[in-house]
């Protein structure tokens, strides 16, 4: 079984800063991705940002330049830096691996960007 507990969302305004983590229950080792996704009201859950054990990231477009995922693997946590927070970016925020082919989610954490 993995944990994975998602922390960091809240109210920012358009242009702002969040720092989104994601704290597993095992170490990161374990997992050949760590994976960022969101879902906006009334749309479907997209993949925002991913890394692998080996360092290789991957963007959606949307953010590309904007967020950046990275791993503390220590503290067992992944994390998403989103700067120039846009109103489209408003989404719950979900951590997501795989191990032995079981998928594991977290529990999500709110982002809302509003003026």
């Known amino acids: 079984q993995v944990q994975l507990v998602e922390s960091g969302g809240g109210l920012v305004q358009p242009g702002g800063s969040l720092r989104l983590s994601c704290a597993a229950s095992?170490?990161?080792?374990?997992?050949?991705?760590m994976e960022w996704y969101r879902q906006a009201a009334g749309k479907e859950r997209e993949l925002v940002a991913s890394?692998?054990?080996?360092?290789?990231?991957n963007y959606a477009d949307s953010v590309r330049g904007r967020f950046t995922i990275s791993a503390d693997y220590f503290k067992k946590s992944v994390y998403l830096q989103m700067n120039s927070l846009r109103q489209e970016d408003t989404a719950v925020y979900y951590c997501?691996?795989?191990?032995?082919?079981?998928?594991?989610w977290g529990q999500g954490t709110h982002v809302t960007v509003s003026s």
């Open positions: 997501r691996t795989k191990l032995n082919n079981h998928e594991y």
């Open positions: 095992r170490s990161l080792l374990s997992f050949s991705v």
């Open positions: 890394l692998t054990n080996g360092g290789i990231t």
